[in-house]
T-cell receptor, first 113, second 112 residues
Framework: ETGVTQTPRHLVMGMTNKKSLKCEQH?????MYWYKQSAKKPLELMFV???????ENNSVPSRFSPECPNSSHLFLHLHTLQPEDSALYLC????????????FGPGTRLTVL | QQQVKQSPQSLIVQKGGIPIINCAYE??????FPWYQQFPGKGPALLIA?????SEKKEGRFTISFNKSAKQFSLHIMDSQPGDSATYFC???????????FGSGTRLLVRP
């Protein structure tokens, strides 16, 4: 595997379910990100981790819970989601902050029924 | 202050044409302006980026023009090809920050 991988690629869940999205980066980077991409809206940064410490948390509802057990893995735990949470969830990584390029995974298409 | 406004929302050009996508920002603390390209089913990928100390940057057929006083920047695609059909996002950030602020995207279609 190369680059940034995400599983699953598609997920359908009910509002009472609990599920997790997984991201893995094979680039030796220190920073990892979760973004939400909705139709006709800008990508929204949700969380940033640097060296497994959260450095950004952009007023995301508590029904989204991130976890970064090491610098190569990032999870997004989901519970009691709403239909408006349906979107493409993108993971990215970068060597650090600053001018370092963010490399994106292919995303998980989430549908909340 | 944190927004990046992008236009147009969609764009159709013939092969060989020069599509131009424009972005404007408010926050004068921004000092890094990348453009990302996204194909269906893929995540965005960095295309080209510029810092405000230069007014233009070229990489292959892609050129960024930057107007610091107007707080605007644009992407030009020379000799566009059907393979350039994708969604393009501008973005901005302060160099020290992790946070990229994205525009809303432009869906480009290049007809053969």
């Amino acid at each position: 595997e190369t680059g940034v991988t995400q599983t699953p690629r598609h997920l359908v869940m009910g509002m009472t379910n609990k599920k997790s999205l997984k991201c893995e980066q094979h680039l030796g980077h220190n920073a990892m990100y979760w973004y939400k991409q909705s139709a006709k809206k800008p990508l929204e940064l949700m969380f940033v981790y640097s060296l497994e410490e959260r450095v950004e948390n952009n007023s995301v509802p508590s029904r989204f819970s991130p976890e970064c057990p090491n610098s190569s893995h990032l999870f997004l735990h989901l519970h009691t989601l709403q239909p408006e949470d349906s979107a493409l969830y993108l993971c990215a990584s970068s060597a650090g902050g600053g001018l370092d390029t963010q490399y994106f995974g292919p995303g998980t298409r989430l549908t909340v029924l | 202050q944190q927004q990046v406004k992008q236009s147009p929302q969609s764009l159709i050009v013939q092969k060989g044409g020069i599509p131009i996508i424009n972005c404007a920002y408010e926050n004068t603390a921004f000092d890094y302006f990348p453009w990302y390209q996204q194909f269906p089913g893929k995540g965005p990928a960095l295309l080209i980026a510029i810092r405000p100390d230069v007014s233009e940057k070229k990489e292959g057929r892609f050129t960024i023009s930057f107007n610091k006083s107007a707080k605007q920047f644009s992407l030009h695609i020379m000799d566009s090809q059907p393979g350039d059909s994708a969604t393009y996002f501008c973005a901005a950030k302060r160099g020290s920050s992790y946070k990229l602020i994205f525009g809303s995207g432009t869906r480009l279609l290049v007809r053969p």
